[in-house]
């Protein structure tokens, strides 16, 4: 839009002023992080990612502002992003070891829960479910309750994948009234596939064509084409296991 672009010439200009004076090297990393983001999200992630290893690059180890491992959360972002989970996983780790040093819980819950992601992805599952367990208990420490709902359905989908189904439904329940509360349309459209599969899974087809049902009228609100196929996946699985 034209607001992002004008957004991205003004902080241009701030970077090439920071460029050409001798300050603290921080005020250029946060400039440098800010128009990273702007770029995610128009969706230009290679110059989200030039910017952030730039930074990355020029941050300190150590210091009160343009750490080098807030960086780092920020790098295993944009790689999540682009699937490259495990370069996603380093950074994270790194970021992590910084906050536990620090006894920053809110970066520390963060950062665990978006590794718990990227090992999943690997299939490094047991890893992964230490670290959403973990995640949940430090979101309970700082009362969170997005935190402990994330990890929860982090947990579901592995319960799921266990075909532990009772402990899937389970999670996915004490899950949803957060997501419900706080408006998370993408959320909430991801535990009503994660319910169907559940009661797929169990053999109970009409429960499953609900929930199949409730995403897609979730995501008829929302751009969300992942959770789109999820659940038009889900309904030609119910068909199929039901013979229509």
């Given at each position: ?35 990273s ?10 110059a ?26 920020y ?6 992003t ?31 829960y978006?590794l718990?992601?990227a ?30 709902a994330?990890?929860d359905?982090g947990?579901?989908e592995?319960?799921?994948k ?5 402990k ?12 419900i ?14 319910l169907?599969?559940?009661a ?13 049902n ?6 008829h ?24």
């Open positions: 839009s034209g607001n992002s672009q004008d957004a991205i010439k003004t902080i241009n200009v701030v970077i090439t002023h920071l460029e050409s004076k001798n300050l603290p090297s921080w005020l250029l990393v946060e400039a440098l992080i800010e128009r983001d702007m770029y995610s999200s128009a969706s230009n992630f290679r989200a990612l030039a910017d952030l290893l730039r930074a990355y690059a020029l941050a300190k180890p150590d210091g009160k502002r343009g750490m080098r491992a807030d960086v780092a959360s790098l295993g972002n944009v790689y999540m682009m699937s490259d989970y495990a370069l996603a996983a380093k950074y994270y780790r790194e970021s992590i070891a910084s906050s536990l040093q620090r006894n920053e819980l809110v970066s520390l819950s963060i950062d665990e978006s718990a992601m090992l999943q992805s690997l299939g490094q599952d047991l890893e992964a479910e230490q670290l959403y367990k973990s995640s949940r208990a430090h979101s309970l420490q700082i009362k969170d309750d997005q935190g402990i994330s990890a359905f947990l579901a592995l319960a799921l266990e075909k532990n189904y009772d899937a439904e389970k999670l996915f329940r004490s899950a949803l009234p957060v997501f509360l706080s408006n998370n349309l993408f959320s909430q459209a991801s535990i009503a596939v994660g169907g599969k559940t797929l899974a169990k053999d109970q087809y009409q429960k499953a064509y609900e929930q199949a409730k995403a897609l009228q979730i995501t609100k929302i751009q969300s084409p992942t959770n789109q196929m999820d659940a038009h996946d889900l309904l030609s699985k119910i068909y199929v296991a039901k013979g229509d």
